[in-house]
């Protein structure tokens, strides 16, 4: 009777340590990429889609941008101005990956093939190194030639601002995100978008209204 008893104790401890094993494993579903999911009430891929959606779609539809390409390409054989990224600065009280921003404005933008872009920062520093190793390292004939980089005609920039209000359990995120596209040559401003859409209000569990 004791060794069944015995037996018995062991089976309900091990059931209790796998129940507590499993309860520890976190649940994960799979959802659709555009699906909205607010956890926190800060910035997210939803606000990203948002906003680069409407500051592409303002930019690819500027007269002045327009105007600048097709005079450009009257100038140049047909070829479309060149755009490099600059900063996109963040200045809002949170972290907030802006290259992400940036990044999808590019693709997008240069998928429309209205403009070319052309490398900036890290990433052209190790083309740089790359085609300067090729000048000791690769043949005559394979090697890049030096002093042959296309440049710039525009620079796109950018910010991500914000603004936090809050009372008691209350607080509402405000997020003011602004695109530039500047002639380099002249410093001028070609394009400038922005979008002030992003408005959300988090209420602190226990809070009845």
């Excluded at 296309?150 to 359990?169: F, P």
């Amino acid at each position: 009777m004791k060794q069944f008893y015995m037996k018995t104790m062991m089976a309900v401890a091990g059931c209790v340590v796998l129940f507590a094993a499993c309860s520890s494993v976190p649940k994960v579903s799979r959802v659709d990429a555009d699906t909205q999911i607010d956890l926190s009430g800060r910035w997210n891929d939803t606000d990203i889609r948002i906003v680069c959606d409407t500051l592409i779609k303002d930019a690819l539809a500027s007269d002045r941008v327009d105007r600048y390409i097709r005079d450009f390409s009257g100038k140049n054989g047909g070829e479309n101005p060149a755009v490099i990224v600059g900063r996109f600065r963040n200045t809002s009280s949170e972290h907030i990956d802006t290259g992400i921003i940036s990044g999808i404005m590019r693709t997008s933008i240069l998928n429309s093939g209205k403009l070319d872009f052309v490398e900036g920062g890290e990433a052209r520093e190790a083309i740089r190194a790359e085609r300067q190793d090729q000048q000791s390292n690769a043949s005559v004939e394979s090697a890049a030639a030096l002093a042959q980089e296309t440049g710039a005609n525009l620079m796109l920039t950018g910010e991500v601002n914000s603004t936090v209000d809050r009372a008691g359990k209350i607080t509402v995120r405000s997020y003011f995100v602004t695109a530039t596209l500047t002639n380099v040559e002249t410093s001028r401003i070609l394009w400038e978008g922005s979008n002030n859409e992003i408005k959300k209000v988090i209420k602190q569990p226990g809070l009845k209204l």
